[in-house]
């Protein structure tokens, strides 16, 4: 098997890192060689977020290197745009479709750039999805990362089951229903 190069970006408090965690814990679970490695700057204020997971038969290293994701999972709009050249020509890019304003937006020092997923299209394959809202019709607004993620699984080579158990055995034990719904509508969304 060719190794797989997955990248997951975000905005610190987005669930980047619980996400990474059920990917890797997906890919030992299948009985790959996996390899993690988390990034964050200023996480817990905002910052940006950056986990890359590589997977296959024998993984050397963790960094993806630019042109080289298979799937980019990205929570927000700007983290997608920062992070595009990273998409492999045929890969595809899963969009959160929502902003967040970051510092230099917040103090007037620039301006969120628009129409990042219109531009992104031009060049890219890609999939977005408003998970807050799908999150909030499950009533729990924290589990739109999985939502996400379950579309990404769409892009994978492992079965819903696998997934299932891998969430059930990751996140904390009062979640497991939730995050299980959660997973069940992206990977339904087409």
């Not at 983290?79 to 020509?89: D, P, V």
Request: charged share 25%.
């Amino acid at each position: 098997m060719i190794t797989k190069n997955i990248m997951i970006v975000g905005v610190g408090g987005q669930g980047t890192l619980l996400t990474s965690r059920i990917l890797g814990g997906m890919t030992l679970h299948a009985g790959y060689d996996v390899k993690l490695s988390e990034v964050h700057g200023m996480a817990q204020r905002g910052g940006s977020v950056v986990t890359y997971v590589r997977y296959g038969e024998n993984v050397a290293e963790a960094i993806v290197e630019e042109g080289q994701a298979d799937v980019i999972i990205a929570f927000e709009q700007l983290e997608a745009l920062r992070y595009a050249h990273f998409l492999k020509k045929d890969g595809v890019m899963i969009i959160n479709d929502v902003k967040i304003d970051p510092m230099p937006v917040v103090i007037g020092a620039a301006k969120y750039p628009e129409n990042i997923i219109e531009n992104l299209k031009k060049d890219h394959k890609i999939i977005t999805v408003d998970a807050a809202k799908e999150a909030k019709k499950l009533g729990n607004n924290r589990v739109f990362n999985i939502i996400v993620l379950g579309i990404a699984a769409q892009h994978m080579d492992f079965s819903k089951e696998d997934w299932m158990e891998v969430i059930e055995k990751t996140v904390p034990p009062k979640t497991i229903e939730i995050n299980k719904k959660a997973f069940e509508v992206g990977f339904n969304i087409k």
